[in-house]
């Protein structure tokens, strides 16, 4: 059964720093690891998905990265603002079945 | 525009009641997924479907059912047999293995 770590729990950092977010997963047979954001009470929203043919994919100053030989993959946020303040879950999606296994998140603070 | 609603957003339920969530999209998906949220954790699947009339158990199923009888709507019932019902629920759909679309969640409260 596919178990989905993220390591911290909880980070809080000065606005501008570079930061990474870690993720793992124990079960390399995946389809895509995707990378979602959460902020307090609401739904989630879609970051970023790799394929799990991909090594990294970018959107503006976010970047994720997959090593499936490994089991890791990496969410690098560059000169974090306030607004970046959420929590940020990975999710495995699994060849076996067309679901997602999520990690616990981390919860990422941003001071101004 | 395109996406997911559920309702309500806030839910109360006594002691031994049955309630459902409602969960409907427009985005002409085929897949649709119930997931549970506790405080300060990640989201566990309650139940999911692939396809109209047909749905499978997820990792914590026990206490919940689901009916698919539309492509559009997925409603999910917490029963009496749920003996800690109070969460954070969230509903989301996608197309084969693309990104998924979440809604904006109900909060269930036992009373």
């Known amino acids: 059964k596919q178990e989905v770590t993220q390591i911290p729990a909880a980070l809080s950092v000065p606005e501008g720093e570079n930061l990474v977010l870690n993720c793992s997963f124990t079960?390399?047979?995946?389809?895509?690891l995707q990378w979602f954001r959460q902020d307090p009470g609401k739904g989630l929203t879609s970051l970023l998905l790799?394929?799990?043919?991909?090594r990294e994919q970018t959107s503006g100053r976010l970047n994720a990265s997959l090593d499936k030989s490994s089991g890791r993959s990496t969410l690098y946020i560059a000169a974090s603002q306030p607004g970046d303040s959420a929590t940020y879950l990975c999710?495995?999606?699994?060849?076996?079945?067309?679901?997602?296994?999520f990690g616990g998140g981390t919860r990422l603070m941003v001071k101004p | 525009d395109g996406g997911i609603t559920q309702s309500p957003k806030y839910l109360f339920r006594k002691e031994g009641q049955n309630v459902t969530l409602s969960c409907e999209q427009n985005?002409?998906?085929?897949?649709m997924y119930w997931y549970r949220q506790d405080p300060g954790q990640g989201l566990r699947l309650i139940y999911y479907?692939?396809?109209?009339?047909?749905?499978q158990k997820g990792d914590i199923a026990e206490g919940y059912s689901v009916s698919r009888e539309k492509k559009e709507s997925f409603p999910l019932t917490v029963t009496s047999a749920q003996k800690n019902p109070t969460a954070f629920y969230l509903c989301?759909?996608?197309?084969?293995?693309?990104?998924?679309?979440f809604g904006s969640g109900t909060r269930l409260t036992v009373v």
């Open positions: 989301a759909s996608s197309m084969g293995t693309s990104t998924y679309t």
């Open positions: 079960d390399s047979a995946i389809y895509n």
């Open positions: 790799i394929q799990s043919s991909q």
């Open positions: 999710a495995a999606h699994n060849n076996a079945g067309n679901m997602l296994t």
């Open positions: 985005l002409n998906h085929d897949a």
């Open positions: 479907s692939q396809i109209v009339n047909d749905f």
